[in-house]
């Protein structure tokens, strides 16, 4: 599947990506089921606190309509339904683990900061 219509390219070819990307819980449920493999939509949800059921539904179907996400439906009694990435998802497990690194170091960072600030402000007064 490719972009929907309304999402027109760019003069930025990131730009189309990053659109894909936006929106609230999507990168999280890109990097649970890119750390934890093929997941059911209780086991997103419950990983997921303070998501909505409403919520994680609109996200997982724009990254199903975007080709990350592949959402396998069984017939069974009570029906199966799983999500995994697809091999488009996977490409950005690369960017996932890029963002995680940063998201670390600067946590790390602020940490470090918050630790020094009450320091600074008193040399400061």
Request: net charge neutral; aromatic share 6%; hydrophobic share 40%.
């Amino acid at each position: 599947m490719h972009a929907p219509a309304d999402l027109a390219h760019t003069q930025c070819p990131m730009d189309t990506v990053l659109r894909q990307l936006m929106g609230p819980w999507t990168t999280y449920i890109l990097w649970l089921l890119r750390s934890e493999g093929p997941q059911r939509f209780g086991a997103i949800k419950a990983k997921t606190a303070g998501i909505s059921s409403k919520v994680l539904t609109e996200r997982l179907r724009h990254l199903e309509a975007f080709g990350l996400v592949h959402r396998d439906y069984q017939p069974t009694i009570p029906p199966t339904v799983t999500y995994s990435m697809t091999c488009r998802g996977a490409e950005l497990n690369e960017v996932l683990d890029g963002i995680n690194r940063i998201a670390l170091k600067w946590a790390q960072e602020d940490l470090a900061g918050a630790a020094l600030a009450p320091e600074a402000l008193e040399t400061v007064n």
